[in-house]
């Protein structure tokens, strides 16, 4: 039986933690976008041994589920090393590496899809590499990682619900912390997924429409 | 070789473009250049014809640094040629090339791609930089495209933009790598006629050409290269008319089965 007064009701909890979603989005794409161009470029033009390390790293943070990530920098790090971070920060870090990884990928390949040539003519024109990379490369590399970069913020934005389980207060915390004292477990989970979804499904077609228009300028 | 005799242009002057036994490899051991020697003196068209995979592009390559080789020099107005760092790029700036697959910038118009060479390497400031730019477009047969993009050109339209994108850093010489060669057929002729213009007001160009009307009509000198060596080199008549050998007969012979 659905009770909806239990489900219009969870509304304000829910959302008093959207504050708290939306921040570590946030901070944790625009952190992921510095990182990830440093990790892209040293991957592309740096030495053999920084190119490795970084592809190992990268690897690590792909090859693993976000969950094992956050709990092992939780759980796990404190008993190596001696340092006690609170639940948000650890939260950030987490999902720093993780989507920078996943990033870095994006950004790596776009520079890498930059064919030859486009090098040729800007370094024939008397250009450095350096200028060659930020007027030729870099724009042409950015609208081709554009859509895909889209996407992985949608992801991102729902990989946040994650979090909840190192005791960050995000919404699908508030969600868990509803449930476990009202016991209207339809209720507030499903007043969850619309709230997830009233925020995601314009993300998505937003990443959509960056597709279409890529599409139509190449 | 008597370059006063051959040579009207070079007016016993020292050679624009010296290249002195040449010799470059790829990883792997493919020998692309095996002791090419090449002069080029200033206002002269050279063409340099030959089969594919003889090492004509690579030739050029080197000539402005892009390219790297393993033995021999190349000179550029009495100076060896350096491979990188400042040096290449100062000659990069003098050394005008266009390409075989245009590699117009994609995401800057006409106008901005000719621009980009003065503006971002020579330092000119916008204004200027883009009414040269305008002048150039005008000069290749191209006003009222300043804003289009390369995709919204065809391929005689992107090469000429090309070319006006060199000239715009003012070379002393222009390198010209089978700039034909990817054009539908009906594009051809637009893109000559400006590299033949241009030779008509005196640059000196190396230009490697499939193109044996344009280099009997425009070359001062033709240089056949094969598999990374120079066959024979003289002037167009002697070369298309007379070849001394068999191998540039040869070669003729297969570009025109007709003849």
Redesign the interface.
Known sequence: MFDWPSFWESFPVLLSGLGVTVELAVVTMAGSLVVATAMALGRLYGSRPLAMAIGAWTDIWIATPLMIQLYWLYYVMPSFVDLRLPGMLIAILGLLFNNSAFLAEVFRSAIASIRDGQWYAARALGMSETRAFMRVIAPQAFSRALPATANIWVELFKNTSIVSTVAVTDITFKALELRNDTFRTLEVLSALALIYLALGYPQAKLADWLYSRIKVRE | MNAAANRPKSLNRPPLIEIERLEQSYPGGLRTLRGVSLLAYEGEVVCIIGPSGSGKSTLL?CV?A?QPFDAGRIAFDGRQIAHKGAAA??L??N???V?Q?F?????MNALANIA??PR??LGMPKRAAFERARGLLAKVGLAGKESSLP?ELSGGQQQRVAIA??LA?EPRAMLFDEVTSALDPETVGEVLLVMQQLAGEGMTMLVVTHEMSFARRVADWVVVLEAGEVVEEGPPKQIFDAPTSPRTREFLRHLAPHG
Do not use: D, K, Q, Y
């Open positions: 390559r402005n892009l790029r100062t990069r700036r050394i005008g090339m390409f697959s590699e117009l910038f994609p995401h980009e060479g971002s390497v995709a994108r060199a850093m």
